[in-house]
């Protein structure tokens, strides 16, 4: 069965970097999408970026310019490198697997896309 398991989160001052990575297992990337959400308290589970089957990557627009999304199947591991981060990307960051990929962004982003999530791992930026 999939698994996923995040880790890399932590506290941050605004303007610094962190590298969240999530260990993959039994999930094929041709098989389908993989991404990172997030959840602050209070508010829904947000699509932040995606990488398709075909190696397409999807950010939502808040991260743009500051994020990077990108899988080594070697070792099995997804990795979003967030770099000048905010106060409003403090969150709770999820990996997330679907069993293939929509054809537009706001499909690949959507929550309803993907049936394995992994923990979460906290991510805390203070201003």
């Known amino acids: 069965q999939v698994q996923l398991v995040e880790s890399g989160g932590g506290s941050v001052q605004a303007g610094g970097s962190l590298r969240l990575s999530c260990v993959t297992s039994?999930?094929?990337?041709?098989?389908?999408?993989l991404g990172w959400f997030r959840q602050a308290p209070g508010k829904e589970r947000e699509g932040v970026a995606v990488?398709?089957?075909?190696?397409?990557?999807v950010y939502t627009d808040s991260v743009k310019g500051r994020f990077t999304i990108s899988r080594d199947s070697t070792k099995n591991t997804l990795y979003l490198q967030m770099n000048n981060l905010k106060p409003e990307d403090s969150a709770m960051y999820y990996c997330?697997?679907?069993?293939?990929?929509?054809?537009?962004?706001?499909?690949?982003?959507?929550?309803?896309?993907?049936?394995?999530w992994g923990q979460g791992t906290q991510v805390t930026v203070s201003s």
């Open positions: 990488v398709t089957n075909v190696n397409t990557l």
């Open positions: 039994g999930f094929t990337y041709s098989s389908g999408c």
């Open positions: 997330a697997a679907s069993t293939g990929c929509g054809a537009r962004w706001y499909d690949q982003l959507a929550r309803a896309q993907y049936k394995y």
